[in-house]
C-alpha cells in the first residue's frame, strides 16, 4: 500500500492563482520528497525537507512538513499553465533504508 | 543535464514472450531502483541496488522478474514470460548515496502485454 496518500486527487485553477497539495503518510520518515511528473515523462525531483525541517522554499515552492501530524503541503505561487502535471510526495522512511514510498499524487491542471 | 537513459521507450509484446528493458544510471551515482507505474496500484518499488548488490526485490513477482546489475553503467529488468497483468510503465531511478539529493529518473519503458 501507498505509505503517502494525497489530497485532492485532482485541482484545476486559473493562472496566476497559487496551488496547494497535501500529502499524509503513515510511518516515522528521514525525509520527504515532492516529485513532479509530466504526461507520458518521467518524474522529476523538485524539493526535499527533512524530518527536523519545518518548511522550506525553493523558487515559486514551499513545502511544509508536520511530524506530529504526519502530513505535509506543497504551494506552488503564481501558477502557470506550463505547472500542469501530476504531483507525487515520497517518503524515505526510518526504516526503509533510502527507499521512497509514493503517494497516489494529485493531477494539477493550471487554466491559461 | 546527467540523466537517465531507459530503452526501449515502448515495447509491444505478445503473452509468453521474454521482455527485457535497460537502464543506464547516471555516472557516479551508486543507487539503483526499478518502479513499475499503473493508474491501479501507482508507483510500485519493484527492486533496489546499492553499489550494484541488490537489497530490496521484495516487491518483484519472483517467478517471472529478475532485475539485474551486471555492471555500473547498466540495470536490466527482465520479465520472463509476460502476462498482460505486467503492461505498465516501468521506471529506472538512480541517486547517490542515501535518498538525501532526492533521486533522478529515467522516462520510462511503456509495456503492452497482448
Known amino acids: 500500500s501507498q505509505q503517502g496518500e494525497e489530497d485532492p486527487q485532482a485541482l484545476s485553477i486559473q493562472e496566476g492563482e497559487n496551488a496547494t497539495m497535501n500529502c499524509s503518510y503513515k510511518t516515522s520518515i528521514n525525509n520527504l520528497q515532492w516529485y513532479r511528473q509530466n504526461s507520458g515523462r518521467g518524474l522529476v525531483h523538485l524539493i526535499l525537507i527533512r524530518s527536523n525541517e519545518r518548511e522550506k522554499h525553493s523558487g515559486r515552492l514551499r513545502v511544509t512538513l508536520d511530524t506530529s501530524k504526519k502530513s505535509s503541503s506543497l504551494l506552488i505561487t503564481a501558477s502557470r499553465a506550463a505547472d500542469t502535471a501530476s504531483y507525487f510526495c515520497a517518503t524515505d522512511g526510518e526504516t526503509s533504508g533510502s527507499r521512497l514510498t509514493f503517494g497516489e499524487g494529485t493531477q494539477l491542471t493550471v487554466n491559461p | 543535464d546527467a540523466r537517465v537513459t531507459q530503452t526501449p521507450r515502448h515495447k509491444v509484446t505478445e503473452m509468453g514472450q521474454e521482455v527485457t528493458m535497460r537502464c543506464q544510471p547516471i555516472?557516479?551515482?551508486?543507487?539503483v531502483f526499478w518502479y513499475r507505474q499503473t493508474m491501479m496500484q501507482g508507483l510500485e518499488l519493484l527492486a533496489y541496488?546499492?553499489?550494484?548488490?541488490?537489497?530490496?526485490d521484495s516487491g518483484m513477482p519472483k517467478d517471472r522478474f529478475s532485475a539485474e546489475m551486471p555492471d555500473a553503467t547498466l540495470a536490466t529488468l527482465k520479465i520472463q514470460p509476460s502476462e498482460p497483468r505486467d503492461s505498465a510503465v516501468y521506471f529506472c531511478?538512480?541517486?547517490?548515496?542515501?535518498?538525501?539529493?532526492?533521486?533522478?529518473f529515467g522516462s520510462g519503458t511503456r509495456l503492452t502485454v497482448v
Open positions: 531511478a538512480s541517486g547517490r548515496g542515501g535518498s538525501w539529493y532526492g533521486y533522478t
Open positions: 541496488f546499492r553499489n550494484r548488490a541488490p537489497l530490496d
Open positions: 555516472l557516479g551515482h551508486n543507487t
